[in-house]
């Protein structure tokens, strides 16, 4: 037995040994950037004319003005740069921005017309600065390539600095592994105490496994078998599925424990879902079209009005016909946008008004219902308080919109 062991470990170090000396060469790391560090200039790094860029305690710092439209009306970069189709780069940098939760699109791309980008992030920076690396693989062969960040797009000016700028070539690629959490998954929102409660666990086992279900102080309050499910076929994993619907009591932070995993904490109990309705009423109220969007009304969604007939947004208020099928023009300015790309569309705003006043007549004479939870006041917009109840002050501003098509 104990030979056969050697032989074996003999046998691996030699597969290891000859798998090392099949690793191709790496490329040597390269740094693109030139004066990414910023000891004693800014140079060669430029900026739109709108942005004023200096040194501050060895960083680039740059006063970025309010009231531009898109992120790139104001930006920090260097061109020049040369990529190589196929090689991976680390692209990374040190930034802050003062106050508080500005972002900066820090883009990798072309630096002429049609301005291709081949690599973009956008974190979130904050005050006392941050360090962010990536990696990407290079599409092209460029000899014009742009390290930028992009700056625009807020309201208020603000002041944003950065350090240590990097693009290193001959950078093998990161593998991606995604966090998918603990192999136990749960409802992590909650279950309700008389309903079903199911959970998922990913296993390579095929014979069942103990489960069993602890509350916030550890104690196992109800234990059980899994089911093996064998391949989910959306996923590709093999899993087995826990039942615990047995279990009524209600009570915060439970965990479920099968195979060595514990799953992240959940509740039981009714209250979770109280606020849906009413949230899901509210977010119309964020997608109006050619309103500003209040931001004490909607903390962090407040914007400007949008297409109102002013740059950079020029439709809506003056409409023309499709050419050859009619020949007027009309103002279908309002209404609600459908989705981010700001389309508008009769069908979809035709059936979400007939399911919000579906909801409000079901509200008024259902036996179940609560009219009480739509009255005036109740969604936070601004026709909360003119005694009108909110839902259909909400739906009033779709159909004003399609009286007008
Ligand atoms: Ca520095
Ligand atoms: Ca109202």
Redesign the pocket.
Known sequence: MKRRRTAALLSLTALIGTALTTVPAQADEVEQVRNG???TTTEPWWTSSNVTAGLS???LCADVPGGTANRWDAAVGQNDLTLVKGESYRFSFYADGTPADHTVRAIVGLSAAPYDTWFEVSPQLSVSGNSYSYTFTSPVDTTQAQVGFQLGGSAEPWRFCM??VSLLGGVAPEPYEPDTGPRVRVNQVAYLPAGPKNATLVTDATQRLPWQLKNAEGAVVARGWTVPRGTDASSGQNVHSVDFGAYRTRGKGFTLVADGQTSRPFDIGTGAYDRLATDAAKFYYTQRSGLAIRDDLRPGYGRPAGHVGVAPNQGDTDVPCQPGVCDYRLDVSGGWYDAGDHGKYVVNGGISVWELLSTYERARHARTGEVERFRDGTLAIPESGNKVPDLLDEVRWELDFLLKM
């Open positions: 560090t910023f000891d305690g060895g960083r350090d240590d």
